[in-house]
């Protein structure tokens, strides 16, 4: 497995501002992804990051809200931009190791916008 | 639109009882399956991985794997009360190995 961290480990928030969400890995990972868990339910993907490309967003997730960059094999950053009420959710960030389809979650963010 | 399904529960069991746990899924191309265990207010812990059909053990934990019938379970031999926890079961799909969750079964072992 991969040892992950995640920073900040909880914000507060106020609206209209940005936050941006580091990941970092202790080794180099094939891919990085982002997830959101809202309160109470499961986990929904925001968009796989690849290194040296743009990442790929899912269906109700824009690059412009959540741009992502992922500068190398170790290290990936999500901000999210112009947040509301309904952004307050915690923020994980899973990598796929080498060699292998199992992925490993970081601690996660916990953002709450006011 | 791809779907992993459970029984959100509680399934509540025994001390010293086997915890069966199940999941459905709806895409057929998919060629991962993972079970996570989830604490509140921690993050998702990676239990079992599987990819063949069949069962695949791991200390007390085995995971089966039905392809055809697009199932896949997990049993937890002589639960524990730490084993008390939100099971999620997570479906790899597409080009990226991007993981679909299901809603997570919480189960509760009672001494």
């Known amino acids: 497995s991969a040892v992950i961290s995640q920073k900040p480990s909880r914000d507060i928030c106020q609206r209209g501002t940005s936050l941006t969400i580091q990941c970092q890995v202790d080794?180099?990972?094939?891919?990085m992804f982002w997830y959101r868990q809202q309160p109470g339910q499961s986990l929904t993907l925001i968009a796989t990051a690849n290194q040296g490309s743009e990442a790929t967003y899912e269906s109700g997730f824009v690059i412009d809200k959540f741009p992502i960059s992922r500068p190398n094999l170790t290290f990936s950053t999500l901000t999210v931009s112009n947040m509301s009420p309904e952004d307050s959710s915690i923020y994980l960030c899973s990598v796929e190791t080498l060699g292998s389809y199992e992925q490993y979650f970081g601690p996660g963010t916990r953002l709450t916008v006011t | 639109q791809k779907e992993v399904e459970q029984n959100s529960g509680p399934l509540s069991v025994p001390e010293g009882a086997i915890a069966s746990l199940n999941c459905t899924y709806s895409?057929?191309?998919?060629?991962?399956f993972f079970w996570y265990r989830q604490y509140s207010g921690k993050s998702p812990e990676l239990i079992m991985f599987?990819?063949?059909?069949g069962d695949k053990e791991d200390g007390r934990f085995t995971a089966q794997l039905n392809k055809a019938s697009q199932y896949v379970s997990l049993l937890i031999r002589d639960s524990q009360p730490s084993d008390s926890a939100t099971y999620l079961c997570?479906?790899?799909?597409?080009?990226?190995?991007?993981?679909?969750f299901g809603a997570g079964t919480r189960l509760a072992v009672h001494p």
């Open positions: 080794s180099q990972v094939t891919m």
């Open positions: 997570a479906v790899g799909t597409g080009g990226y190995n991007k993981l679909i």
């Open positions: 895409d057929r191309g998919s060629q991962s």
């Open positions: 599987i990819y063949s059909n």
